[in-house]
């Protein structure tokens, strides 16, 4: 098991930046995935970006070109740059780990991103 703080959330303007920042309790070198998944009110937590330990990403389409996913394993951290933001990326982001392939992801508390119009 892994514990993972996110920081970085807040208000910004459309079209605005932020970086969100996801430290976790251990090593990450061999962590197999880690990503950033949001959940807006009343709707279902949904992937955002995720980072094998091999350096492969995967995007949703929502996001792709926008957002870029990086992690520094020299800091134990996974980074989610979010540019050109837009209303609709309000909502929660979680971090989230799976020690190998096989297991259940270790969560974030959690960070509101806001992003006004």
């Known amino acids: 098991q892994v514990q993972l703080v996110e920081s970085g959330g807040g208000l910004v303007q459309a079209g605005g930046s932020l970086r969100l920042s996801c430290v976790a309790s251990r090593n990450i070198f061999s962590i197999a995935t880690m990503g950033w998944y949001r959940q807006a009110p009343g709707k279902q937590r949904d992937l955002v970006a995720e980072i094998t330990s091999s350096g492969t990403t995967n995007y949703a389409d929502s996001v792709k070109g926008r957002f870029t996913i990086s992690r520094d394993n020299a800091k134990n951290t996974v980074y989610l740059q979010m540019n050109s933001l837009k209303p609709e990326d309000t909502a929660v982001y979680y971090c989230?780990?799976?020690?190998?392939?096989?297991?259940?992801?270790?969560w974030g508390q959690g960070t509101q991103v806001t992003v006004s119009s």
């Open positions: 989230a780990a799976r020690l190998s392939f096989r297991a259940t992801r270790d």
